[in-house]
């Protein structure tokens, strides 16, 4: 991926993007766009590109990449290699921290242990969780159970967050010494998900008491029949139940076996068996004293339409009822006795075989893949190191990642002004999280993904979208350390283009990172965007103007080094003789209206130049001429331009100060004409405002006066550099000046 050849058309706001970013000496790329240019548009573009890949996929997300206004244009949205090839979807990579739907967890497993561990690890997985597939699918058929893994671990597990694993060593114990019968009951017909037969037992249960009480006194009785005193041992009609569905297919006594009663009578046939257990089952079920009992259950049962299921269970099992007062305890009980079935056993032997051969091995890689590589920690730790937010993160299922095949699932400790730590789940931290600290969690998602993909073979495409917005000094210088290091560490595998809006960041992360291309997005006045290279990363703010000082560049010193006095001086500086600084005075009648403006020449202007920049290099020939007239000029020459510079400074700062003064020229003649008087017009600071007001209450319904208004807007910004930054200059399209120049010019 030694270049990139990009051809977008009708791409959302892009009409035209036909680029070539070369790799070849820097492989990353800083791209300042101001608003409405392009950046957006090409992010979005190449993030749609990039969900094309089935990993990429997320539902809900899928969009078709058109012209915003017009969707029926044909579309360009190519990116290819120097090859020819088109860059695949799974090469592309767009960060964009305003997309809070974005999450990387799943990117981590992919680097949690080498390719051997890894191939090792699937190998036993597999093999285990086929055991495992095989037992559920047999379980829930013989359950009839909705969830009966769940079921299973919340039963018997002995800790939190258990799984069906952990739970192999207690079944596989429990029913290998001792019996259970196998109750033919839809599990979740007494054990319902709601808890509703559960409710029902509690709130009933004198009614099953004397249920209970009356069928154990006749077990009592029964020779067939049998209860222990401490109530724990019983053979009951349903034990009786089971016993004849197991012998029924009469093999146990064509071998000449018996059964031998406790009343030490002798059953020698299946027949003989059947029609003692329905004697006996009869003479139980029919007495009066349990039957009346029972009625007045299912009479309670029949006004509970959740409770159906349960009825129609206990009608053709009526004898359960004497299992339910211990409720949980009769829950393992059917749960263990599912196993008494001999395919549900066999399974079950089969996943307990499988998983005890291999758990030693399973073990020992996670071992290893936790000595080889802890990445995900050293995300973690690097981002609560350098990051400055209110809460550290931390993965919380650790072992989970690897053994249950789980992503990795994040968690937050917040801070709070009292100093107390509070644990919050992903969705709970971004609900109380500012724009900036929202920002700083997307780094962290995107931090995953980008190390997730140092772990493949393939080259990506990062692209960066304004990463930094919206943060604070010490996150933006954070992360711009952080491209650093990817750059630095993955130069071969990784080409990183980023994009931004604030030249702020445009420039620090430019020279912090020493990219050798920089490039400026420019809008031609058809709307296809070009890339140009960069100006003003590492000049002073008046470098240019005094090397290369031509017309132009002496005009746009003027605000400049008034800034200049102002901050060394003051703009009320007074000389001890009751003057005022007059340097700033005199640079202040360039940029406004005032009673010396007609009067300057270049030569005023350029002696206090002089004095206060005091660089030989500077060598502007004066000529004696008026300044407003120079102005004017410079000004016209600049709106004659076919092709206006678009990210030339200087060009922008004499066009607003051509702009300011004529408006002021125009809104003067016109207050006198209708009644304003010199000493009237006199305003002190903020004059152009001031006057425009004056405008608008005497002429409310002037046209004109939405230009005025333009030229308050857009003027302020190029003449009053407060800040040496750049960014009002770098955003402010030239031809939006150029049109109000003709706009005020025609007043």
Wanted: glycine letters at 2%; charged letters at 30%; aromatic letters at 10%.
């Amino acid at each position: 991926m030694k270049q990139l050849n990009f051809d977008f058309e009708n791409c959302f706001g892009i009409s035209k993007f036909k680029e070539t970013i070369d790799f070849k000496t820097c492989n990353t790329v800083m791209i300042y766009a101001p608003n409405g240019t392009m950046k957006t548009s090409f992010a979005k573009t190449l993030q749609i590109l990039s969900q094309r890949a089935e990993s990429n996929k997320r539902k809900g997300l899928e969009e078709t990449i058109c012209d915003r206004l017009h969707k029926d244009l044909p579309v360009k949205s190519n990116v290819t290699l120097e090859s020819g090839a088109v860059l695949k979807p799974e090469n592309i990579f767009v960060a964009n921290p305003d997309d809070m739907t974005f999450d990387a967890a799943q990117s981590v497993t992919t680097f949690l242990a080498s390719t051997d561990l890894k191939k090792r690890y699937d190998t036993i997985i597999k093999i285990i969780s086929g055991a495992k597939n095989n037992f559920i699918k047999q379980y829930k058929k013989i359950s009839q159970s909705t969830d009966c893994e769940t079921e299973l671990v919340s039963v018997f597990a002995e800790k939190e967050n258990s799984s069906i694993y952990d739970i192999l060593d207690i079944l596989w114990d429990k029913i290998n010494n001792a019996d259970y019968p196998l109750y033919q009951i839809k599990f979740n017909d007494i054990f319902d998900k709601k808890g509703a037969v559960k409710d029902f037992i509690e709130k009933n249960m004198t009614s099953l008491s004397l249920f209970v009480q009356r069928y154990n006194e006749l077990l009592t009785k029964s020779q067939f029949f049998h209860i222990s005193t401490d109530g724990k041992t019983t053979f009951g009609t349903y034990q009786a139940k089971t016993l004849s569905n197991g012998l029924k297919d009469g093999s146990f006594f064509k071998v000449n076996h018996k059964l031998q009663l406790k009343d030490n009578s002798n059953i020698e046939s299946f027949s003989q068996l059947n029609e003692r257990i329905l004697e006996e089952i009869k003479t139980v079920e029919s007495d009066e004293k349990l039957q009346a009992t029972f009625t007045k259950i299912l009479e309670k049962l029949d006004s509970n339409a959740e409770l159906r299921a349960f009825k129609e269970c206990i009608k053709d099992n009526m004898t359960i009822l004497g299992e339910l007062q211990e409720y949980e305890v009769f829950k393992k009980k059917v749960l263990l006795g599912y196993f008494s079935d001999v395919e549900t056993r066999r399974v079950l032997e089969d996943l307990y075989k499988q998983y005890s051969s291999n758990k030693e091995d399973l073990m020992n890689i996670i071992h290893e893949a936790r000595q080889e590589h802890e990445k995900w920690k050293n995300i973690v730790d690097l981002f609560n190191a350098r990051f400055y937010v209110p809460f550290k993160a931390r993965i919380d299922n650790q072992e989970d990642i690897i053994l249950k095949q789980e992503t990795p699932k994040l968690s937050f400790v917040y801070k709070k002004q009292t100093g107390e730590d509070i644990k919050q789940s992903r969705d709970e931290i971004l609900k109380i999280l500012s724009k900036g600290e929202m920002r700083a969690f997307f780094i962290l998602q995107m931090i995953f993904e980008i190390e997730a993909r140092k772990e493949k073979d393939e080259e990506s495409l990062i692209v960066l979208d304004d990463i930094s917005d919206s943060f604070d000094y010490q996150n933006k210088f954070a992360i711009i350390e952080y491209i650093n290091d990817i750059s630095n560490s993955c130069n071969d595998k990784f080409k990183i283009i980023l994009l931004t809006h604030n030249f702020d960041f445009y420039r620090n992360a430019t020279q912090r990172l020493r990219i050798k291309k920089f490039f400026m997005a420019t809008k031609e006045k058809e709307g296809n965007i070009s890339l140009r290279r960069g100006p003003y990363i590492m000049r002073t703010p008046l470098d240019n103007e005094i090397k290369h000082t031509n017309t132009c560049n002496f005009i746009s010193m003027i605000p400049f080094v008034r800034n200049i006095v102002e901050y060394t001086e003051g703009s009320d500086y007074d000389d001890g003789n009751g003057k005022e600084n007059n340097d700033f005075m005199t640079l202040t009648n360039c940029l406004h209206l005032l009673d010396r403006t007609n009067n300057l020449t270049d030569i005023d202007i350029d002696n206090i130049i002089r004095k206060h920049i005091k660089n030989k290099k500077y060598n502007y020939i004066t000529t004696g001429t008026k300044i407003i007239d120079i102005i004017y000029d410079e000004a016209r020459k600049i709106v004659n331009k076919e092709k206006p510079e678009e990210l030339q400074i200087e060009d922008k700062i004499v066009l607003s100060i051509a702009i300011r003064l004529k408006a002021e020229t125009y809104m003067r003649r016109e207050l006198l004409s209708l009644g304003e008087t010199e000493e009237s017009l006199q305003s002190g600071e903020n004059q152009t405002t001031k006057w425009i007001d004056k405008m608008r209450n005497r002429l409310p319904d002037n046209t004109v006066l939405k230009i005025l208004e333009r030229v308050n807007m857009m003027t302020p910004e190029c003449i009053h550099i407060n800040s040496f930054m750049y960014e009002p200059l770098i955003d402010m399209s030239i031809r939006h000046l150029v049109k109000l120049y003709e706009d005020v010019n025609d007043l």
